[in-house]
């Protein structure tokens, strides 16, 4: 990155030095005339050593006198936009699992939108190193997901079962199968998959894909489109090296789980009731 296009309207500023004061990265501070610069020899520079690239400088600034990465502070949303209590509380109410889709594609666009939300997903240290694989054509994820089945089943053949799943819990799923997945107990006929992968070694690189899979399940529940977080198909592929190359993981890469999402085969009428579930306990010290 050649530089990160700090600039900072002198006409607007008001001398806050919130900007300051809420830059994690301690790479602001203010001049003589109380106007915030970048310190020398980090413009440029990502991460602890640089710039973690959160933007809080242009969020916070209450005149929009700051623009970074050449974003103009009047393109942001404001926070009197955000979803009120009562609607997330809502959509994480209404939102589950689906193993029933119905047979169509999720447009291109939606999934671009959709996918171009998760820049937004904390990541440790704010790396951002996370890729996203997805099978926008069904087609293609029903050529996957046959090429998949039918090796699962020569590897059951020589006692190879998904994952460290035994011979037991293999025939459980077939039993399962007909009347919770019909005829793909792997990728439950999702018509589209999505593999969120990290960079080995960076900032969280374990937690970071779950997050963000946690993201993109809420994403999907508030377009009225059903999602599910897989890892049984990580566990089949983890003994089909040469179809898990087909998800085109980069050689340092990390993903525990897959992604399915596509439009319900039904709606449901309400959301559900889960009080009482939560394990609750207060730490004092």
Not at 62 to 83: H, N, Q, V
Not at 127 to 151: H, I, P, S, W
Not at 194 to 213: E, N
Request: net charge neutral; with cysteine; aromatic share 10%.
């Amino acid at each position: 990155m050649n530089g990160f296009c700090f600039t900072v309207d002198e006409n607007k500023c008001v001398h806050c030095g919130r900007c300051v004061s809420s830059c994690s990265s301690v790479i602001l501070s203010l001049d003589e005339a109380g106007l915030p610069r970048m310190k020398d020899g980090v413009d440029g520079v990502v991460g602890w050593d640089g710039c973690y690239r959160c933007q809080h400088c242009l969020a916070v600034c209450p005149a929009g006198a700051i623009s970074i990465f050449g974003k103009d502070p009047r393109d942001s949303l404001l926070p009197e936009e955000m979803a009120t209590p009562r609607q997330l509380e809502a959509l994480m109410r209404n939102r589950r699992a689906c193993r029933r889709y119905q047979d169509r594609e999720v447009p291109r666009e939606e999934i671009d939108q959709m996918l171009q939300l998760l820049e937004n997903v904390p990541t440790g240290s704010n790396m951002q190193t996370l890729g996203f694989n997805v099978v926008y054509r069904k087609a293609e994820m029903d050529k996957f997901r046959k090429l998949v089945r039918e090796e699962a089943f020569r590897l059951a053949e020589r006692g190879i079962y998904p994952g460290n799943f035994s011979k037991a819990d293999w025939q459980k799923q077939l039993d399962w199968e007909p009347g919770r997945n019909p005829g793909d107990m792997f990728f439950v006929n999702a018509p589209h998959i999505l593999v969120i992968h990290s960079q080995k070694d960076r900032g969280q690189w374990r937690t970071d894909p779950v997050l963000a899979a946690a993201w993109f399940d809420l994403i999907c529940a508030c377009r009225g489109l059903g999602s599910i977080i897989m890892s049984y198909p990580v566990g089949a592929l983890s003994h089909m090296p040469e179809l898990e190359k087909l998800l085109r993981i980069p050689e340092n890469g990390y993903y525990s789980l897959i992604l399915g999402f596509g439009y319900p085969e039904y709606p449901y009428a309400r959301g559900v009731q889960r009080e009482g579930i939560a394990q609750i306990r207060e730490l004092t010290f």
